[in-house]
């Protein structure tokens, strides 16, 4: 077959698949983050396979362009926020994750590309490919999600470190189409894992009660989960340095046991979320009180279980917005005006 025509067979198919990705996870996606951004990396990844076309790509017409290019220039953007999203739950896009989409776009739109501004597309996209594989590589032992913890490593192998030999060497060399099939079709198989066994991975469960989870639950586990609760409620989640393994010691369970029991059947996808909702609403409870309105919110930090105030306000910030600080002022201004 001539090549050129098993470029264009193959891109097509390629760009089918992927437009099909878009459908599928916009469509069982709507409301969560994960699913929202692979759908929008497979976009990206579809633009990408029609510009870096030898074919496709010279011959667009201006309109096309002016959408194809710029979204294709996004793609290590796009891979960071999926990135992010997926093993970190809670990854908004906003403030400084905003930058290196500006800058990038700011660097394509300021005219041709020279040597040196392909050097600093290059360098940029590099440098937003780091947090790709640090990402995947952080708070292993925290995730409750089996599935995630054991594709950690091969996702930021994969994602990241394949993503900027192709930046680089597209760099050095200007080969850019060479490249794109290899990329694309192992997009493509990370895509079809995600919709398949692994779409649990994007699309989260939710969070359920003690009663509603002991009636979905194997009777075998239901033992386990009350010892668990009660645990909780005894305030085991105020333990500096808590890990799965220690409460899955206390619970009397194997620690891939509890995982499942804490995800599956409670709805949590990381061990910090679970303990942090308790955590969280015992400080809400303490902040509100009058009593306390002079007392350090440090020591709370501590009596709660966590190693320093910083993490703390940043778990307290994610549930209200606020600091345990600021919570505090809003609502014992409130209740003085009442």
């Not at 074919?55 to 953007?77: E, F, H, Y």
Request: hydrophobic letters at 50%; a positive charge.
């Amino acid at each position: 077959m001539d090549p050129i025509a098993l470029d264009l067979l193959v891109r097509g198919a390629i760009f089918g698949l992927l437009t099909l990705y878009v459908l599928v996870l916009g469509w069982t996606g709507k409301g969560f983050d994960a699913a929202r951004r692979a759908a929008l990396l497979a976009f990206g990844i579809a633009c990408y396979t029609i510009n870096s076309s030898p074919v496709l790509g010279p011959d667009m017409p201006d309109w096309l362009a002016r959408v194809i290019i710029p979204v294709t220039i996004l793609n290590p953007v796009f891979q960071w926020w999926f990135t992010g999203a997926l093993f970190k739950d809670k990854f908004p896009i906003i403030g400084w994750r905003l930058l290196p989409a500006g800058l990038l776009l700011l660097n394509y739109a300021i005219g041709d590309m020279s040597p040196f501004r392909m050097a600093v597309h290059a360098t940029l996209s590099i440098a937003v490919f780091i947090p790709v594989i640090w990402l995947p590589l952080q708070d292993r032992s925290g995730d409750l999600i089996e599935r995630r913890r054991a594709i950690r490593n091969v996702f930021a192998l994969a994602a990241g470190s394949l993503g900027i030999f192709i930046m680089a060497n597209e760099w050095v060399t200007g080969q850019v189409a060479q490249q794109a099939v290899a990329l694309l079709l192992m997009t493509i198989l990370f895509g079809a894992a995600f919709l398949g066994a692994r779409r649990d991975l994007l699309v989260p469960r939710p969070v359920l009660q003690q009663t509603e989870a002991r009636r979905r639950m194997v009777p075998e586990d239901t033992h386990f989960l009350d010892k668990l609760m009660a645990l909780m409620e005894q305030g085991v989640y105020r333990e500096e340095g808590l890990t799965v393994a220690r409460l899955a010691e206390r619970v009397g369970v194997p620690e891939h046991r509890l995982r499942k029991i804490i995800n599956q059947g409670l709805g949590y996808r990381n061990f910090a979320a679970f303990l942090n909702e308790r955590r969280i609403t015992e400080a809400k409870f303490w902040l509100e009180t009058p009593e306390n309105g002079h007392t350090p919110v440090s020591g709370l930090a501590f009596d709660l279980g966590f190693a320093s105030l910083g993490p703390f306000n940043r778990a307290f910030k994610e549930v209200t917005n606020q600091t345990p600080t600021e919570y505090r002022r809003a609502v014992l201004t409130d209740s003085g005006k009442d």
